[in-house]
């Protein structure tokens, strides 16, 4: 647990200094991403930040309903409008329908419980399927030691209350990965474990074949891969602000062509 809260951490202020900037801005400015760059770019390196606030904060749905382990999302909704301060603490709160949790805290702020608070049928597809439920669910995953099918739950109902769709089964993907990461260590297993938890016709389900088969062909050249995920799954094809798809393809694409090696797969990624 203490791992992978540092780990967190650690991707968080690594590549927040250059959040929104495009692979080759990147590629141009910084190359490849092996340390710290934020004096590079005069940004302080220790901030708060939404990302680790939000993972830790929703947790405490957990104690606040008795350590119940098939917590509800109107349960974890209930603990948003306990911690979250209106427009100062937790979430970016870029407004309704252009940031998907301060949405979703408006719709549980005027009486509409989770899910239907993170609904596409509500919010509409685009902002249910941005990143955040991916964002915030690494907690999720370690209360869950060994019982991916337990973090993979828990994912889906921490995720539906802001978010829906896709972006759930993205963030499932990542809190089964985690649960099981505590008693196995590779990778491919680990993917093979988390995909028996989502729909095999959804494009997260797609996106991860796709990847293992691209790394399968040519699996040194990690740039010959993101052009494939560019062509198939980039941000131009999947709108917003940062939609799950595109990044949930970066993760994947991480993982693969780090080698099991911390720093490497976070230079790819990055």
């Known amino acids: 647990v203490y791992a992978g809260v ?3 951490i650690i991707g968080v202020y690594l590549g927040r200094p250059f959040e929104g900037w495009s692979n080759k801005r990147i590629e141009e400015e ?21 990302d680790i606030s939000g993972t830790f904060t929703f947790l405490r749905a957990l104690p606040d309903h008795g350590l119940n382990p098939n917590l509800k999302a109107k349960d974890i909704g209930e603990t948003w409008l306990n911690y979250l301060i209106d427009r100062r603490t937790i979430l970016w ?8 949790e301060h949405t979703a ?18 919010n509409g597809a685009v902002v249910a399927e941005q990143i955040g439920a991916q964002i915030f669910i690494d907690g999720w995953g370690m209360v869950c030691p060994g019982d991916p099918e337990r973090a993979s739950a828990l994912a889906c109902e921490a995720g539906s209350v802001s978010h829906d769709g896709e972006a759930l089964y993205g963030a499932q993907v990542v809190a089964a990965m985690e649960a099981q990461a505590f008693v196995e260590d590779d990778i491919n297993k680990l993917l093979d474990i988390a995909l028996t938890f989502i729909p095999r016709a959804s494009v997260i389900y797609q996106v991860i074949q796709d990847i293992r088969e691209w790394h399968a062909r040519d699996p040194l050249d990690w740039r010959a891969t993101l052009r494939k995920i560019e062509d198939k799954y980039g941000y ?14 970066l993760i994947i694409l991480g993982l693969l062509y780090g080698d099991d090696d911390f720093q490497k797969s976070l230079m790819v990624t990055n």
């Open 93 to 100: 709160w870029g407004g309704m329908g252009v940031s998907t």
């Open 236 to 249: 131009d094809k999947y709108g917003g602000g940062c939609h799950m798809v595109p990044n949930h393809a």
């Open 6 to 8: 540092l780990g967190k």
């Open 30 to 50: 910084l190359g490849e991403v092996n340390y710290y760059v934020h004096e590079r770019l005069n940004h302080p390196l220790i901030v708060s930040d939404d």
């Open 105 to 122: 805290y408006l719709r549980l702020k005027s009486g509409i419980p989770a899910p239907k608070s993170g609904s596409i049928a509500l």
